[in-house]
């Protein structure tokens, strides 16, 4: 078992772990302990010699990160969870890039909380909450490399359940996913905060060679407007498809 490494051993500054993407409310203590738990982590001067510490004085410059030699074997530096368990921040190999990612685990060794870092080593990636028993439940959001939103979905004991949502590096929405038991049921398009483009509903069929996802309905947006042909399916057992109703939109009302 690696050694844990104390707060105070690990001279924590002050400064926070940037994330680009989100701060802790003032009564969100499990959110206060995770950004110390971090900033106390990064803050170790053993991480000087990969360029990633911005207060280390000995630290390379930040633009020549890439140009920094790899470690040889993955770096974990740990240290123990108030709630018990541990958070590990780890330098791992990926190729091309060599990124950190942060792992929290409960008492029991189960993994409640995982986090990766984009290459700058300071801009989060993605973060994932599971439950006591280290299955995924509760939010996944990841994040694009200036720091805003990318995704955002929630897992319910493993699956995806309810909207996943995607956007572009301006913070504009362009996509919904809406999930049920893992399974996608529905697919919009937006552009400036309105559906435009395609809707896509799924259904799923019992066939011979298992459950197959098959396209239910379609229907064209304009600007948050229906407009253009909006097509229904059915499809049997034996996998096949077929159109069987259309009505056509226009500017958001059906033409009789």
Request: a positive charge; proline letters at 4%; hydrophobic letters at 30%.
């Amino acid at each position: 078992m690696k050694k844990l490494v104390s707060l105070s051993a690990l001279a924590v500054s002050g400064v926070m772990f940037s994330s680009s993407a989100h701060a802790c409310a003032g009564n969100d203590h499990a959110c206060i302990q995770r950004q110390q738990t971090i900033a106390a982590l990064h803050n170790n001067p053993a991480m000087c010699q990969y360029g990633y510490n911005p207060n280390c004085q000995t630290q390379t410059a930040r633009s020549s990160i890439n140009d920094i030699p790899p470690p040889q074997v993955t770096t974990d530096q740990c240290q123990a969870r108030p709630q018990g368990g541990k958070a590990c921040l780890t330098i791992y190999k990926q190729d091309p890039d060599y990124k950190f990612h942060l792992m929290e685990t409960n008492a029991q060794g189960n993994l409640v909380y995982a986090r990766f870092y984009h290459v700058d080593g300071q801009t989060i990636k993605s973060e994932q909450w599971y439950n006591a028993q280290g299955i995924k439940h509760g939010a996944f959001k990841s994040y694009h490399p200036n720091g805003t939103q990318k995704s955002l979905g929630n897992f319910v004991n493993g699956q995806l359940q309810g909207d996943y949502k995607i956007h572009d590096e301006n913070g504009q929405l362009i996509k919904i996913e809406h999930y049920q038991h893992d399974n996608i049921v529905l697919e919009v398009f937006y552009q400036n905060g309105k559906k435009h483009g395609q809707e896509t509903e799924f259904d799923y069929v019992q066939t011979k060679k298992g459950l197959a996802q098959v396209i239910a309905r379609t229907a064209q947006w304009v600007s948050g407007v229906k407009h253009g042909e909006e097509q229904f399916f059915e499809t049997n057992h034996k996998g096949k498809t077929k159109l069987v109703k259309t009505i056509i939109w226009q500017n958001g009302k059906p033409n009789s």
